[in-house]
């Protein structure tokens, strides 16, 4: 009994230890390639467009946004990723705020998706560089 007891704690030590930090997961080159917005229903076709936000460790550069076809314009931003609990206990999310502004963060391989809907806000859709 107690070898599990042991075992178990080890397990959860080792669990609440993993170094995979998330700002990890989004650092790097990403191609704005859509605006979305459900409130105004309107979406906004950016990948013929070379929109790139490359995401530092706590800092994002924006470029590529010359003609203003987008409202973050070209220069650098702090931003962050963190863990937001909610109400449920089975429900976690992902925010990553940049310059001030909060998003939904969702992440597949190769797509990132941050949106501010919840607000009346946009969705933008990413493809990694």
Same mark, same amino acid.
């Given at each position: %009994?107690?070898?599990?007891?042991?075992?178990?704690?080890?397990?959860?030590?080792?669990?609440?230890?993993?170094?995979? $930090?998330?700002?990890?997961?989004?650092?790097?080159?990403?191609?704005? %390639?859509?605006?979305?917005?459900?409130?105004?229903?309107?979406?906004?076709?950016? =990948?013929?467009?070379?929109?790139?936000?490359?995401?530092?460790?706590?800092?994002?550069?924006?470029?590529?946004?010359? $003609?203003?076809?987008?409202?973050?314009?070209?220069?650098?931003?702090?931003?962050?990723?963190?863990?937001?609990?909610?109400?449920?206990?089975?429900?976690? =999310? %992902?925010?990553?705020?940049?310059?001030?502004?909060?998003?939904?963060?969702?992440?597949?391989?190769?797509? %990132?998706?941050?949106?501010?809907?919840?607000?009346?806000?946009?969705?933008?859709?990413?493809?990694?560089?």
């Amino acid at each position: %009994m107690i070898k599990k007891i042991i075992f178990a704690l080890i397990v959860v030590v080792f669990i609440a230890c993993n170094n995979n $930090s998330p700002t990890l997961d989004v650092q790097g080159k990403w191609k704005l %390639m859509k605006v979305e917005n459900a409130f105004a229903q309107q979406s906004i076709d950016l =990948s013929s467009k070379n929109i790139i936000f490359d995401f530092g460790s706590s800092e994002v550069t924006v470029t590529g946004n010359n $003609s203003g076809d987008y409202y973050i314009n070209n220069g650098n931003y702090p931003y962050s990723l963190q863990l937001q609990n909610s109400l449920s206990t089975t429900f976690q =999310s %992902m925010t990553l705020i940049i310059n001030g502004t909060q998003y939904l963060y969702l992440k597949t391989e190769n797509e %990132m998706t941050l949106d501010n809907g919840y607000v009346d806000g946009d969705k933008l859709t990413f493809s990694r560089q």
